[in-house]
């Protein structure tokens, strides 16, 4: 479950605002590099990195994962690759990761307990040690669980300093004049609407974000693009895309409901994951094919499928 966490101290020294918060106000300090994390000093929004001296008013609120009483669930996953250290899945649309507000049962952490046993479901500080990254319940494909905590720990490490490799495909609407570009623009969470994230030109706002797509094939009224983003920020493809004018179809949140597509889902895949194995350092890639809520959409703009297995323009 998701539990919302306040915290605040006066600091007592000078120094960074995550370092002097992590120390005394007895916090991890992977908790400032969360997208749900928010900083204030003195009353102000800030980066981590901004300085602090004594008796400055530090304000953390973040949201902490915790795995307490996960029950086991017999749900069939579709695996691309498994050893004794890590799991490859094609995550189903529809599923959620793990539970959170309103959603307790039915989840990938559900179908891990009961795949592996109650022993892979909690570590020493109650943290779900499987989970290295996540995709939103809407969006489908590759996703990598860590088997054993060692593993996790050298994961979570490739992803946080961007040495994985992640592409998504997903339909945009509208007409790209460009073949390909990169969008490298903050995302901040909505202040009207914590379940939503924007862009913001502020420097010290939100979060850096740097996300770049190619067009496959431009149809009519909508394109097929391969997404790859180098960093890993809530709703970054779905936020970056809306932001040029070309949201993604299907969208509840940052799309419209296209007359033409009504039952349209969310239209975003991820067919690529590069990572280094973290026991031998061999370099690996997964792939997850093209799902068919994609071609159906394909076929009724351009009257012919897309190759379901990525094709070698695809791969680069």
């Known amino acids: 479950m998701i539990r919302h966490k306040t915290v605040s101290i006066v600091a007592s020294a000078e120094g960074r605002v995550d370092l002097i918060a992590s120390r005394e106000g007895d916090m991890q300090r992977s908790v400032f590099s969360l997208d749900s994390t928010m900083i204030l000093v003195n009353g102000k ?3 981590k990195s901004t300085k602090v001296k004594p008796g400055d008013s530090i304000h953390i609120e973040y949201d902490e994962e915790v795995f ?3 029950e086991a669930e017999d749900i069939p996953l579709s695996i691309i690759y498994e050893d004794d250290d890590i799991l490859v899945i094609n995550k ?3 599923i959620a990761v793990h539970p959170g507000a309103g959603c307790f049962s039915g989840t990938v952490a559900n179908a891990l307990v009961g795949r592996y046993g109650e022993d892979f479901s909690t570590s020493d500080d109650d943290t779900r040690p499987g989970i290295v990254h996540r995709l939103d319940k809407d969006t489908s494909g590759v996703m990598i669980i860590a088997r054993t905590l060692e593993s996790h720990h050298r994961l979570q490490t490739q992803f946080s300093s961007h040495k994985t490799e992640k592409h998504y495909y997903a339909i945009a609407k509208g007409f790209f004049t460009s073949q390909e570009g990169i969008i490298e623009k903050r995302i901040e969470r909505d202040p ?13 706002k939100g979060k850096d974000a740097r996300t770049s797509y190619r067009v496959l094939k431009q149809m009519d009224g909508y394109a097929l693009l391969d997404v790859r983003i180098y960093t890993g920020r809530t709703h970054q493809i779905r936020v970056h895309m809306a932001s040029l004018g070309h949201p993604l179809l299907g ?5 419209i409901k296209e007359p033409r597509f009504p039952s349209a889902t969310l239209m975003l895949h991820a067919w690529q994951l590069r990572i280094r194995h973290p026991e031998t350092g061999e370099d690996m890639v997964f792939e997850a094919p093209l799902p068919e809520r994609f071609q159906s959409i ?9 190759p379901s297995q990525p094709t070698q323009e695809d791969r680069g």
């Open 45 to 47: 929004e800030s980066k």
């Open 92 to 94: 189903e649309q529809g």
């Open 192 to 204: 009207w609407n914590r379940k939503k994230f924007r862009t913001t030109d502020s420097p010290v």
């Open 68 to 70: 307490e009483g996960l």
């Open 298 to 306: 394909i076929r009724a703009l351009s009257g012919s499928d897309y």
């Open 251 to 255: 969208d509840p949140i940052y799309g």
